[in-house]
């Protein structure tokens, strides 16, 4: 069977926009049944820039809770934290050999996030694409669910495959497949349609947080900035108009409807009728799991031994691919 593998990072709380771009697909290619599924918190990633630890700890606990209570089962699909499967750190550094110094420079995230003050930055921050090479490889796995802001670390996976095969005379490694689908692959600010809604954005109004209570979340749609004209007949008619586009976008998600079907339903209407409606739709969706997450909260033991259990069913499968590429490689053994 097909492997996927995906990742997100213990940085911080879940947005929405980390639920519909990726764990919502999560569950859905975990119920597909066609796939084995392995989803990582990838604690060793989100200490590219400063966490403090009491935080991270908590943080990693929150999204396995946001995992599970979006409906990842972890008897179905493997959870693991990054930093209890060595392997992803020790492939990481076979690839930080085989990565040139010019790729990882181009990335966009790097330039973003290290701007112009590059000689303070990590050594990891700019190593980190390697490693989630190494997350996806370590498993061979051929499928990776992700929103568009991936895509680009996702080609230098694919090029840390081809130049690693390539220069052993090998084919090892798998060329990964992106899976960035669906209507929300790029949810963006509620305050601001040409930004991402990012965990990160100082204004808490501009993203709706998986921890967010039913008023909190209503309120936020109902400030959620637009234009003064209605919602056309058809998608296309909203191609130059972002703000009311990300909405649409939101509530095609939530439904599990086709932009077109959203389109058929609320085309025509003000924005005084579609807004309460998406906030109610958002409020049925996200609140069942805001409140399961805070009851498997109150356990943080048994998630503790979760992450334990996929630590150990994640080493079965990485620890052989490992030990074939460190002799691919002429480490002795
Ligand atoms: P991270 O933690 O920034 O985001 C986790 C996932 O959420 C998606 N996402 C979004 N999707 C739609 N709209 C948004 N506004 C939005 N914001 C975030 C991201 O695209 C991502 O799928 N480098 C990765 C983590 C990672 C990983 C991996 C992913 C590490 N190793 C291996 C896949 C495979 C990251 O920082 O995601």
Known sequence: TPRVFSGIQPSGGLTLGNYLGAIKRFVDMQDAGAYQT?????????????????????????????????????????????????????????????ARMGWMGRMTQWKDKAGKNAENASLGLFAYPALMAADILIYHA????????????????????????????????????????????????????????????????????????????????????????????????????????????????LSDMSRNDVMAQVGGQQFGQFKPALADLAVEKLSPISGEMARLMQDTAEIDRILARGAE?????????????????GMVR
């Open 313 to 329: 069913r994640a080493r079965a499968i990485a620890a052989p691919i490992l030990d074939q590429t460190y002799r691919i490689v």
């Open 38 to 98: 392995i989803y990582c918190m990838v604690d060793l990633h989100a200490i590219t820039v400063w966490q403090d630890p009491a935080d991270l700890a908590r943080n990693t606990r929150e999204l396995a809770a946001g995992f599970i209570a979006s409906g990842i089962d972890p008897e179905k699909s493997i959870l693991i934290n990054q930093s209890q499967v060595p392997e992803h750190a020790q492939l990481a550094w076979i690839f930080n050999c085989v």
């Open 142 to 253: 051929t499928h990776v669910p992700v929103g568009e802001d991936q895509k680009q670390h996702l080609e230098l996976t694919r090029d840390i495959a081809a130049k690693f095969n390539h220069d052993y005379g090998v084919d090892f490694f798998p060329m990964t497949e992106p899976v960035i689908e669906g209507a929300a692959t790029r949810v963006m600010s509620l305050r601001d349609g040409s930004k991402k809604m990012s965990k990160s954005d100082p204004s808490d109004a501009s993203r709706i947080n998986m921890t967010d209570d039913a008023d909190t979340i209503a309120k936020k749609i109902r400030k959620a900035k637009t234009d003064p004209e209605p919602l056309p007949e058809t998608y296309d008619g909203l191609k130059d108009r972002p703000d009311a586009r990300n909405l649409v976008n939101i509530y095609a998600a």
